[in-house]
């Protein structure tokens, strides 16, 4: 079983940065794959990025329209994954969630969510023009 918490949502300027994190509980952290999806009001959950676990390669994986912008990362010795996301726009607005999953995902096949076994509660990211 894994617990996930996200925080470090907020309002931010467009153009500005905000970092993102995920705590999360058991012992199994570091081989899971762990992402991040985001979901706008109005329209379908998206994927943003993904990160392999320990023995798979820690490789990471991203929606093209956040590559350069977004970085995921994970620091497997507190558990936590993060996004550190910079020159945030408007459209970036939405609820990011992190999830996991206890197998590895190469590309495309992260992008799927049924996939993902846990989820965060979410943190809400505003981004004014």
């Known amino acids: 079983q894994v617990q996930l918490v996200d925080s470090g949502g907020g309002l931010v300027q467009a153009g500005g940065s905000l970092k993102l994190s995920c705590a999360a509980s058991g012992r199994t952290f570091s081989t899971y794959t762990m992402a991040w999806f985001r979901q706008a009001p109005g329209k379908e959950p998206e994927f943003v990025a993904a990160i392999t676990g320990v023995g798979i390669g820690g490789n990471t994986w991203y929606a093209d329209s956040m590559k350069g912008r977004f970085t995921i990362s994970r620091d497997n010795t507190k558990n936590t994954l993060y996004l550190q996301m910079n020159s945030l726009k408007p459209d970036d607005t939405a609820v990011y969630y992190c999830?996991?999953?206890?197998?590895?995902?190469?590309?495309?096949?992260?992008?799927?969510?049924?996939?993902?076994?846990?989820w965060g509660q979410g943190t809400q990211v505003t981004v004014s023009s």
């Open positions: 999830a996991a999953r206890p197998d590895g995902c190469v590309g495309y096949m992260c992008y799927n969510r049924a996939r993902y076994t846990y």
